[in-house]
């Protein structure tokens, strides 16, 4: 298990346009040859965007783009024709195939932070895809074929404890609270890379807590 902290992600953004970035992997500058990808995810971006602050249309391909929405609410449009608002609870991905161009903005009066993961595909290429999950459940984990990947969302209270998918890898991102995974503590923002997992178990130590993960197939 390889444990990243928050406060070691690389910083981003504009924040004197109301945008602040922490990058958890290699991202445009901040170049690291040995953090370019774990299994499928190559990037984990958390956005901090101030009432109307956000990104201008701007293009991706050959990347599965999923968004988590942590507070505040999303407004997203895309060349596929798609103009949607996000928010806690909705799972929007974006499948950018052989090329998509899209906006994201907060168009709204308080401020909005949310997560935005990237995940290679297994087969590059092919038609652009969008769609949203309105509140996802914890029962239902979120397929992604097309990157080998499931996400899980757990949603957990003091002493709780939720089993790591048994998987080639898992990545594992701390929304809110605290928690305790393989005798290391984890919190907002921490992050832990996981292989061949097996019988592990996240207990919560805080009132509440939130996580993502990624269950991933070996590529």
């Known amino acids: 298990m390889d444990v990243r902290r928050a406060h070691e992600r690389y910083q981003g953004g504009d924040p004197a346009a109301g945008v602040e970035t922490w990058h958890a992997f290699s991202f445009g500058p901040h170049y690291d040859p040995d953090n370019l990808r774990f299994g499928a ?3 984990c971006n958390e956005e901090h965007l101030a009432p109307g602050a956000g990104f201008d249309e701007h293009p991706h391909s050959h ?3 999923v968004t988590w929405v942590v507070e505040g609410e999303l ?3 895309d060349s596929t024709g798609e103009e949607t608002v996000i928010r806690p609870g909705d799972v929007q991905r974006l499948s950018a195939a052989s090329g998509v161009r899209h906006v ?3 168009a709204g009066d308080r401020p909005l932070t949310f997560l935005q993961m990237w995940l290679a595909p297994v087969e590059p290429g092919g038609d652009p895809f969008y769609e949203v999950v309105r509140g996802i459940a914890d029962s239902t984990p979120y397929a992604l074929p097309e ?3 499931m996400l899980h969302v757990r949603r957990l209270t003091a ?3 939720t089993a790591v998918p048994d998987a080639a ?3 594992v991102h701390v929304v809110h609270g605290d928690i305790r995974l393989d005798g290391e503590e984890l919190g907002p923002g921490d992050e832990a890379r996981l292989t061949d997992t097996k019988d592990v178990e996240a ?4 009132p509440t807590a939130e996580l993502l993960l990624w269950e991933m197939a070996a590529r």
């Open 41 to 43: 995810v190559i990037a």
């Open 63 to 65: 990347t599965e783009i």
């Open 75 to 77: 407004t997203h449009r």
């Open 104 to 106: 994201e903005r907060n």
């Open 147 to 149: 990157a080998g990947a």
């Open 159 to 161: 002493g709780e404890r």
């Open 169 to 171: 890898s898992v990545y």
């Open 203 to 206: 207990v919560v130590v805080s």
